[in-house]
């Protein structure tokens, strides 16, 4: 590995880094670990204030069976999936999670385009945007999402460090600013809602290093920018690296240097379930200017041990002026709180 991220580093960019489309937006079987990631806010229209957040998330992982096993099925991919459906007016999350071994046409990360399926939670590519599907505890949804937006390549052209060391890398790209059109059906009611949602796509070798755990936000700001900031801790709580982007209509996607990122937490919260002390409200500073992030309501802790080992908090969040005017909403996420995050 410490060979290969040297070579790599002594590559000119677009030879290490430049993305493929549409063979980037499907899976990379010969990673180490790779997620696809998707939140958003829905209401009873686009510019309605929303009502849900919702996440979905896939992660792929090299299975414990060799990948030349010849069963078709061998565990040579695992498949975990997260979803999560958070009512802002009850201040409630219900959330739901799976870990299956990879089967062809019902487990599956495909390669060359999105196309991943855990029995009937789903995410592929269609057209210009995405459908996904998903269910959890007295909830199900079903989502249109599309853009005529290019992806927005995280970091240096899609390679978004994450430390100083030259193994400390993902490939990465988001897409903002989905337009999306929902069917959710709750407790036996069925609605249809709309919204704006937020895809990323994910995948590495080596993610962390000795990093404990990170804090991240991709907002959908309501001018039709899109911010991404986040920031690696060490074991000792101080900052190990930091990065973001900031889309703008019309201007080239500016990426963001660790010493141009501030996160400062003004507020924390501490789980009833499991003692961790989550910072849910934030002070920000970076060159989209000066921020506060604040959560929708607090209860928002995933509990997935049953399948990527961790603890940890997703939710739906609004960004503010510095005078509290509204700016936008989108996704926080809170890790290594309750334990270090089992990634490579």
């Avoid at 209401?43 to 060799?66: I, S, V, W």
């Avoid at 199900?140 to 240096?156: D, H, I, K, V, W």
């Avoid at 507020?267 to 961790?276: D, F, I, K, M």
């Amino acid at each position: 590995m410490k060979r290969r991220a040297l070579l790599l580093a002594a590559l000119p960019l677009p030879a290490r880094a430049a993305m493929q489309f549409p063979a980037d937006f499907g899976a990379h079987p010969a990673q180490g670990i790779e997620w696809w990631y998707l939140t958003g806010l829905l209401g009873d229209g686009d510019n309605a204030p929303p009502r849900f957040g919702y996440q979905l998330t896939f992660f792929r992982l090299p299975g414990p069976a060799p990948a030349d096993h010849p069963s078709g099925l061998a565990a040579k991919q695992l498949l975990l999936g997260h979803v999560a459906l958070s009512d802002l007016g009850a201040r409630k999350q219900r959330h739901a999670q799976r870990l299956l071994r990879a089967l062809p046409g019902t487990v599956q990360t495909l390669t060359g385009d999105c196309d991943v399926k855990l029995r009937d939670w789903t995410l592929k590519r269609s057209g210009d945007g995405y459908r996904a599907a998903f269910n959890g505890p007295g909830f199900a949804l079903e989502l249109n999402l599309s853009t005529a937006e290019a992806p927005l390549l995280q970091g240096e052209a899609g390679l978004s460090r994450k430390g100083a060391n030259p193994e400390q890398f993902s490939h990465y790209y988001t897409r903002p600013q989905l337009t999306t059109q929902a069917t959710l059906t709750l407790d036996g009611q069925r609605s249809r809602l709309a919204g704006r949602s937020w895809l990323d796509h994910e995948w590495s070798d080596q993610y962390l290093g000795d990093t404990a755990g990170w804090d991240w936000l991709g907002i959908n700001l309501h001018d039709g920018r899109a911010l991404t900031l986040f920031q690696l801790r060490r074991k000792d709580g101080s900052r190990d690296w930091a990065g973001g982007s900031l889309r703008t209509p019309g201007q080239a996607d500016r990426s963001f240097a660790p010493e141009e990122v501030e996160m400062t937490p003004t507020r924390h919260w501490t789980s009833p379930a499991t003692g961790a002390r989550y910072p849910v409200e934030w002070r920000l500073k970076s060159p989209a200017g000066e921020m506060l992030l604040a959560t929708y309501f607090d209860v928002q802790e995933i509990d997935a041990r049953h399948s990527s080992g961790l603890v940890y908090w997703e939710g739906a969040s609004q960004l503010f002026d510095l005078q509290k005017r509204p700016l936008g909403a989108g996704y926080l996420e809170l890790t290594g709180y309750a334990g270090r995050p089992p990634l490579p």
